[in-house]
């Protein structure tokens, strides 16, 4: 990890915040999904950091950061990610969001649509209700919330492979991914899961009107590329890529790639 990116926290919306922050140059905040924490950003912020003021967080729940409270929903999640950016004095910031960080950066859009300077959206959903029949919303939501009360082993098996990589990821990655997902707070996942099942943004999607970069895995199962293509025709202007050999950990099973892709984007959007 460089030099800087040493763990911090701060208090933002009434709850303790952890966080990440190295690299200077223009602001970049990275926003991660389930079974996850600012270690999944590891190839990012040592890539990144030579061009950006990256900053990667622990959502409410996750990793180092507090437990919000049951009822938190993706608004709310959403005014405390705004708390957190003031208290950094982060000046309109790249906003990078993966999976259910995609849908917290739509509704911190929704919210604030001066703040962001651009958009970038991987393995992104318009919240799961924004993307996906009501019926396998129904059925996400409540496999997931009972699985969450299973030993962390067994989540880890449900959901690691095949689920957030694909089955030709190497055994270190799949090893790495497993040891972040084996301290997730169950508390913490399930108002993350009803937040994001719960999440309908696709009344904001025409609105948009910063740049935006959607990035899909080609072999993603949690967020197939139907749900990307629906959204590239529903923001105006935005570019879509997609990543071939990656699933929904793009990020992690082809950081190169991704990594370049985000660079160029914003090299030339912001």
Known sequence: MPAGSAGHTLQAGGL???????GEGSPLILLHGFFGDSRVWS????????QFDVVAWDTPGCGRSSDPPDTFRMPDYARCLSAFIQALQLERPHVLGLSFGSTLALELYRQQPRLCRTLVLASAYAGWSGSLRADVVEQRLRKTISDLDLPPAEVVNIYNVPGLLTESAGQTLVDENAAIMSSFH??????????LA????????????????????????????SVGQDLHSQIPGSRLVVIPGAGHLSNVEAPDRFNDEVRGFLRTAG
């Open 186 to 195: 169950p508390t913490g996942m399930k108002a993350m899961t009803h937040a």
């Open 43 to 50: 190839r990012q912020l040592e890539d990144l950091s030579d």
């Open 16 to 22: 303790r915040i952890a966080y990440k922050r190295v």
């Open 198 to 225: 719960e999440a309908n943004l696709r009344d904001v999607l025409p609105s948009v009107d910063v740049p935006t970069l959607l990035l899909y895995g080609d072999r993603d199962v949690r967020s197939p590329l």
